[in-house]
């Protein structure tokens, strides 16, 4: 499984990005996917995760009401609109999906490869 960030840049505080992050793979069952980020010198810490069917999301304390997790029809594209962006919230953006191996019925979880947010005052 492949998973792909995009949408990532430089903003002013205030405004608005929108990530997308494409999951791609053959024999795989896309299931949870989640969002998290990294800021220099800190963990990596859990933005938003959305269910297999997009009915159940969970949101850091941080970013409620600022931001939103939603898939695509298809399930394999998860997206993160983010408004009312602050300098805080300047990190490497991660996506992660649990993936199903429709052969051997073993899950596994894959990450992408980042995509940085910067927030300026």
């Known amino acids: 499984v492949q998973l792909v960030e995009s949408g990532g840049g430089l903003v002013q505080a205030g405004g608005s990005l929108r990530l997308s992050c494409a999951a791609s793979g053959s024999t795989f069952s896309i299931n949870a996917m989640g969002w998290y980020r990294q800021a220099p010198g800190k963990q990596r810490e859990l933005v938003a995760t959305?269910?297999?069917?997009?009915?159940?999301?969970n949101y850091a304390d941080s970013v409620k009401g600022r931001f939103t997790i939603s898939r695509s029809g298809a399930k394999n594209t998860m997206y993160l609109q983010m408004n009312s962006l602050k300098p805080e919230d300047t990190a490497v953006y991660y996506c992660n999906a649990v993936a199903l191996n429709l052969v051997t019925r073993i899950s596994y979880l894959y990450w992408g490869q980042g995509t940085q947010v910067t927030v300026s005052p």
């Open positions: 959305i269910t297999s069917g997009g009915g159940s999301t």
